[in-house]
């Protein structure tokens, strides 16, 4: 039987701490093994309740300190400020302990941060929740990130994108200790979409604006103005006063993209808002925002957002 530790912190989001608790729960039940596959366990810093960013109280089962023969920790979503948690030297001293003792660690979303910050994701892989992946690589530059990636299994530490990439790791882990049948039993019997892959159809373009570059943010705007009219390179160094290689080089400095990407990255927004909100067809889609080639486009967006256009639609459509 694998015991399993789900840790309660402060501010934390009180689903990424019930929900594994019930999605691995209900897999013990259905598990037809001849003992319970997990034995399930909320602790915490004392076994004093934890309040959750939304005033909801945890009571936890048992201090960490009293519970010394787990097989895997979870650490929950943290929400809000980060600096509390993870200047909470004795719990990353209790992770480092229990890592070196053997157990797994996992983390969702913020999470993960507080992995990052006992040292031993270092030179590892890891994923993140997509919006906190700037502020993770800053934080955290010599640690393999991967936040197009919804889950990433580094053996000893398994990290889960977004919030609810709990369901995902809750899944995972009924597969890993359990077999596949078993979680895709839980997939069905939860309503829950099997294991998801990517972050990349959830993730949001976002336009850097505080690089300091005027003249590159005027064109930006202007670049967001105008995605779908045709564009060049020489058009865009010409209005921004500069030559060619020095424009693409302050761009890509500035942006961290070249132009033709960040033109790229603002069509597929402007054609993933249409197919949120509108039944116009992919070829007008296409035309709208500035393409001609409808093959084109298609390989484009699915290259992006890891998705086909009709995919997409079909996944996200408020209509």
């Not at 897999?27 to 997990?38: D, I, K």
């Amino acid at each position: 039987m694998t015991k399993i530790g789900i840790l309660a912190i402060e501010n934390c989001m009180q689903s990424s701490v019930t929900g594994p608790f019930d999605i691995l729960s209900v897999a013990s039940r259905t598990w037809q093994g001849s003992a319970p596959l997990f034995d399930l366990v909320i602790i915490a810093d004392n076994n004093l309740p934890v309040t959750c960013f939304n005033g909801i109280q945890i009571q936890p089962h048992m201090s960490k300190q009293d519970c010394n023969d787990l097989d895997i920790i979870m650490i929950p979503v943290i929400f809000g400020d980060l600096d509390p948690i993870l200047s909470n030297k004795r719990l990353i001293a209790w992770l480092r302990d229990q890592h070196q003792k053997g157990v797994c660690i996992c983390a969702v979303c913020a999470g993960v941060f507080l992995i990052a910050e006992t040292g031993l994701l270092a030179n590892r892989t890891a994923t993140t929740h997509w919006n906190l992946a700037d502020e993770f690589q800053t934080r955290y530059p010599d640690v393999i990130l991967k936040p197009e990636k919804m889950l990433v299994d580094e053996g000893d530490f398994i990290t889960a994108g977004g919030v609810t990439a709990y369901m995902d790791l809750s899944l995972y882990l009924a597969n890993r200790f359990g077999s596949p049948d078993l979680a895709l039993s839980l997939s069905k019997t939860l309503l829950i979409d099997p294991l998801r892959k990517s972050q990349s159809p959830y993730s949001s373009f976002r336009i850097n604006t505080t690089h300091g570059d005027e003249q590159i943010l005027q064109i930006q705007h202007w670049m967001k103005k105008n995605a779908a009219a045709p564009i060049s390179i020489s058009q865009l160094a010409e209005q921004a006063g500069l030559g060619q290689r020095t424009f693409a080089r302050r761009f890509k400095k500035a942006t961290g993209d070249t132009p033709l990407e960040h033109l790229q990255y603002l069509r597929i927004a402007n054609a993933r808002t249409l197919l949120e909100t509108t039944s116009t067809s992919i070829d007008d889609i296409t035309h709208t925002i500035g393409y001609e080639d409808v093959s084109s486009f298609r390989r484009l967006f699915k290259k992006v957002t890891g998705l086909s256009p009709t995919a997409y639609r079909k996944k996200f459509s408020l209509y």
